[in-house]
């Protein structure tokens, strides 16, 4: 990212990355959430610091995505019960893909589940590797991959569910035998498996949504995918966007239906906008804004903050 800022602070459509995916854990029934934190830490803790559902913990040393788990396992021993692991950038997740993910582990009785995707360039992420009855085997990551493991599309976007007493066990068994010298926490599937303990692929993650953010350009793409998720569901519950590209809202951002959206017009993060109002054109409605139902908005009408 070439930026001071921890990662997980940069922004998609006004709010943190980490927010969509915090969102999306309560979204699908979570009651508590442990987050994991290293460089940067304070300044992400400060961030989320309204929170009171969080216990922050943090990584001192950098040793992989199995290393932060196990920095978790107090935790874990005392959560009981079935646990989400997940990548707090990639802010694409979706509530419904946890829930379909957790229905799918409590229907099979498994130990531990994942949910998976099919992309056209598997390029970079773990490859789902099953036997020729289509049952999980393990999953390989992209450096230690032979060429033809390469060519698998089936992969592994960061999405788990296991349960907290299979977690334990899997961290028990973790090694650092691989190319990169960390312990992943994908090696876990591969542990439980081979233990005789029911591991579920589920292939429930859209392309759309797997793609994770290193880059500012990453950045980019993702905030427009996600820009056109927020004008698209305005759109399905009654609000007119007459030129969804020159519009930008951001997330948390409420607006009543019959109410029109005119080009050029910008709209700060949650803020809240009545029923049968005119916005625009050329208008920018700072963030935490309140506008009332049957306003009419336009160019030249400015906002001051009480």
Known sequence: MKSRRPKVLHEVCGKPMLDYVLRACYDAGCERLFVVVGYGKDEVIGAF???????????????????????????????RGDIFILAGDG??????????????HRQERAAASMATAILDDPTGYGRVIRDNKGNFVEIIEQLDATPAQREIKEVFPSYYCIKSEDLL???????????????????????????????VAVQAVSAEDVIGINTR?????????????????????GVTITQ?????????????????????TFIGRDSNIGAECEIGPFVSIPRESIVSEGSSVSGNVSFEKQ
Request: hydrophobic content about 30%; proline content about 3%.
């Open 49 to 79: 610091d309204h929170d009171e559902r969080i216990t922050w913990i943090e990584q001192t040393e950098q040793l992989g995505t199995g290393h932060a788990a196990k920095m978790c396992e107090k935790q874990i021993r005392e959560a």
């Open 91 to 104: 802010p694409l997740i979706r509530g419904e893909v946890l829930q379909t993910l957790h229905n799918a």
């Open 169 to 199: 066990l899997g961290l028990s068994k973790l090694k650092n035998e691989n190319k990169k010298g960390e312990y992943y926490l994908t090696d876990i599937y591969g542990i439980l498996a081979k233990a005789g303990k029911k591991v």
């Open 217 to 237: 350009q990453h950045l980019a793409e993702v905030d427009a995918i996600m820009q056109d998720r927020i004008q698209r569901n305005l759109r399905e519950n």
């Open 244 to 264: 969804g590209e020159t519009t930008y809202i951001e997330s948390g951002v409420n607006i009543g239906p019959e109410t029109s959206i005119r080009p050029f």
